[in-house]
């Protein structure tokens, strides 16, 4: 394993390319709620970034990433990012650990803030911000490791494979909401989208993202990232047409 300065540098644009994407589903979801609920709305895209993310730093990447217990969830060596430096690892042989861990950071950000949109308008802000920090420990961490930290979905057991969060990001928030939509019921009101302009610029953004978000999950500069980009084109425009 070593560091190479390509790989290094495609992964810091692609970590900072995800990020961007928590900005665009502010607006996303801020257009398409009525004019009352836009504030609420990008208010809880934009908090999760600061919630989960420090989550993450303290005590979440070692629970998804850390040594494996049980095949279950990973343990508290890495707790505050304890051994986690400029060395690279395992899960990613050409950049440094710290890059890695950032770069999963954004995908633990960013799928909370996912899950939002299913019960906007409906939940205190004061509940979501219980309600996203609980999650993110309880049910990502978790489940990140049972796919991508050796647990036993992955390759410490069933080897299933998972390429850019298929099923850690969209599965498990979908299945999210649907839960959260269950608990708090059907919606008796239905506010038209107030800023259709902002949904397009949202939705740009979001396809932005994505070529970092998926070209970023191959942790390399090469043909594999060339792919998943070309990929994420070609799904999206598809998408779109039909």
Known sequence: MYVNPGDTAWMLIATAL???MMPGLALFYGGLVGEKNVIATMAQSFVAIGIVSMLWIVVGYSLAFGPDHGGIVGG???VMLRGVGSAPTSYAPHIPALLFMAFQMMFAVITPALIAGAFVQRMHFRGYLAFIALWSLLVYCPFAHWVWG???LGAGGLHAVDFAGGSVVHELA???ALAAVL???RR????????????????????????????GSAGTAGSVAASALVNTQIGACAGMLA
Do not use: D, K
């Open 18 to 20: 995800v990020f961007f």
């Open 76 to 78: 508290f060596q890495n």
């Open 150 to 152: 050796g647990g036993f």
């Open 174 to 176: 979908g299945a999210s």
């Open 183 to 185: 608990y708090v019921g």
């Open 188 to 215: 008796h009101t239905f506010e038209r989208p107030h800023n259709v302009p902002l949904v397009l610029l949202g939705a740009g953004i979001l396809w932005f993202g994505w070529f970092g978000f998926n070209a």
